[in-house]
């Protein structure tokens, strides 16, 4: 079942919060901050109503790692999206990485985006498109693989 959100563009600030509890609770909150987060393009959904996001997803330009085929494509990179475990499986995650996707093309002027995914949520991405590449490693004890999706 999809729920009304409102997306928009948020602080970085407002992104910290969410980040945190959703994925490094067991950190402190200095975990989930990026060095890069002045620069970045930070996105929240919101509930009708509500004034705090509901998840939350930070757009960077950052060069594909290893690119290959792709290494003059200008990219976006994607880093500490989260959505509250009350509110996955009801599209909000979907649209708002939608809206990311649509901003880096737009706004960012990137051809391809991509990010670092737990392997636990790799099937997730590449349902919205996205492709694996590269070896899996890990942060701390959690697998990750790269993924890209060419934008249009």
Same mark, same amino acid.
């Given at each position: &079942?999809?729920?009304?959100?409102?997306?928009?563009?948020? /602080?970085?600030?407002?992104?910290?919060?969410?980040?945190? /509890?959703?994925?490094?609770?067991?950190?402190?909150?200095?975990?989930?901050?990026?060095?890069?987060? +002045?620069?970045?393009?930070?996105?929240?959904?919101?509930?009708?109503?509500?004034?705090?996001?509901?998840?939350?997803? /930070?757009?960077?330009?950052?060069?594909?790692?290893?690119?290959?085929?792709?290494?003059?494509?200008?990219?976006?990179?994607?880093?500490?999206? +989260?959505?509250?475990?009350?509110?996955?499986?009801?599209?909000?995650?979907?649209?708002?990485?939608?809206?990311?996707?649509?901003?880096?093309?737009?706004? &960012?002027?990137?051809?391809?985006?991509?990010?670092?995914?737990?392997?636990?949520?790799?099937?997730?991405?590449?349902?919205?498109?996205?492709?694996?590449?590269?070896?899996?490693?890990?942060?701390?004890?959690?697998?990750?693989?790269?993924?890209?999706?060419?934008?249009?």
């Amino acid at each position: &079942m999809t729920i009304a959100i409102d997306i928009r563009r948020i /602080s970085a600030e407002d992104t910290v919060l969410l980040r945190h /509890s959703v994925l490094w609770p067991d950190h402190p909150v200095s975990h989930v901050l990026l060095p890069e987060d +002045a620069s970045g393009f930070h996105y929240g959904a919101f509930l009708p109503g509500g004034d705090r996001p509901t998840a939350v997803v /930070s757009v960077f330009v950052d060069a594909l790692p290893r690119a290959g085929s792709d290494d003059r494509a200008r990219a976006a990179r994607f880093r500490k999206f +989260a959505c509250d475990p009350a509110r996955q499986g009801r599209g909000v995650g979907t649209r708002l990485l939608a809206h990311a996707f649509n901003a880096a093309a737009a706004e &960012m002027k990137c051809d391809v985006i991509w990010c670092d995914a737990r392997t636990s949520a790799a099937g997730w991405y590449e349902r919205r498109g996205m492709v694996r590449f590269g070896d899996t490693f890990f942060k701390g004890d959690v697998e990750y693989v790269k993924m890209k999706k060419a934008l249009l």
